[in-house]
């Protein structure tokens, strides 16, 4: 499974941006697909996630710090995850990495991508 991240900016406090995942590879092997942020001296950590099983995709499970400010959405035709991020803080400012949990198997493993900057100035 490969993973492109893009739409990473520099943004104003209060304003919105837009990242997208597109998934290449093995696809019929991801069961989820997710955003994740590292800022700087910290790990990385779970912003928001989305099951790409089904028509739906069920309830995506959210972070508390951006619970009613990002959705994350999927569109399976694209193989494309969105993160729409709105009334943004510079608490939001990170590297943003694009997650894909797949099976492979009877195992489970975590491919990312290459990460993309997000940059909120106060």
């Known amino acids: 499974v490969q993973l492109q991240a893009s739409g990473g900016d520099l943004v104003q406090a209060g304003g919105s941006l837009r990242l997208s995942c597109a998934a290449s590879g093995s696809i019929f092997s991801i069961n989820t697909m997710g955003w994740y942020r590292q800022a700087p001296g910290q790990q990385r950590q779970l912003v928001a996630r989305i099951s790409t099983r089904g028509i739906t995709g069920g309830t995506p499970n959210y972070a508390d710090p951006v619970k009613g400010r990002f959705t994350i959405s999927r569109d399976n035709a694209k193989n494309t995850v969105y993160l729409q991020m709105t009334n943004l803080k510079p608490e939001d400012t990170g590297v943003y990495y694009c997650?894909?949990?797949?099976?492979?198997?009877?195992?489970?493993?975590?491919?990312w991508g290459q990460g993309t900057q997000v940059t909120v100035s106060s």
């Open positions: 997650n894909a949990g797949a099976v492979h198997g009877l195992k489970g493993y975590d491919y």
